[in-house]
């Protein structure tokens, strides 16, 4: 088993953070967390009537596999409960233990590089302009029967960006060392490739 190496992905919704960090993980048999299934199952917990901080404080491998996770109402709340402090405390140790296990992780979400692991070894932060974001969130709901416009979407993808960076608790933010990748006109093919080149070179 190889050392602990922790690769932190960060940035807004639908940039392409949760496909580069399942391939990069995939690439270095990496284990991979997407911490914002943490908040998502936080989220949807507030919506069936728990107590958010009571909720993170009880949260079970089981509850990330929830089946309504991935949708709009789920990310609204999501990002209503990650602003509340006691919340994000409670999801701390976990995000923390699994990205030093032995054998390496990745570990995708918001503040990964700046709050949970600022001493990762490598630091990715995966952007892409607003309205191609909306565009691809946009697609991959109505993959699921969603029937929301693209107008709707963008909507939501803007207030969720707005709450993300503005809360006072570990906002979205590049760390300072941090490599930016703009997706905007890239496939999924090519954003891959670059952020497994950056990984390369980082790990000498
Ligand atoms: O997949 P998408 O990028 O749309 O969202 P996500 O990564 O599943 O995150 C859902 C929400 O959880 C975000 O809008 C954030 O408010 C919150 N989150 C966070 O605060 N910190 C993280 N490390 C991950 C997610």
Request: contains cysteine; hydrophobic residues 50%; charged residues 30%.
């Amino acid at each position: 088993m190889t050392a602990a190496f922790t690769i932190a992905i960060d940035g807004p919704a639908a940039a392409g953070k949760g496909t580069i960090s399942r391939a990069v993980a995939a690439h270095f048999g990496f284990a991979h967390l997407d911490t914002g299934l943490l908040y998502r199952a936080v989220g949807a917990k507030m919506l069936a009537g728990t107590d958010p901080e009571a909720a993170a404080r009880a949260l079970t491998v089981e509850d990330l596999a929830g089946e309504n996770l991935r949708s709009h109402e789920v990310a609204q709340a999501a990002s209503r409960v990650a602003v509340i402090p006691e919340v994000r405390a409670a999801l701390l140790d976990f995000q923390r233990g699994f990205a030093r296990r032995a054998g390496g992780a990745v570990l995708d979400g918001r503040d990964i590089g700046t709050v949970i692991c600022p001493d990762a070894e490598a630091k990715l932060f995966v952007t892409a302009s607003v309205r191609v974001r909306a565009a691809r969130r946009h697609l991959e709901l109505a993959g699921k029967g969603d029937k929301r416009s693209f107008d709707e979407v963008l909507a939501d993808v803007e207030a969720r960006d707005r709450r993300d960076r503005e809360r006072a608790e570990a906002p979205l933010r590049p760390a300072a060392d941090a490599v930016e990748i703009d997706t905007s006109e890239m496939d999924i093919e090519t954003a891959v490739a670059r952020a497994i080149a950056v990984i390369e070179d980082l790990r000498g």
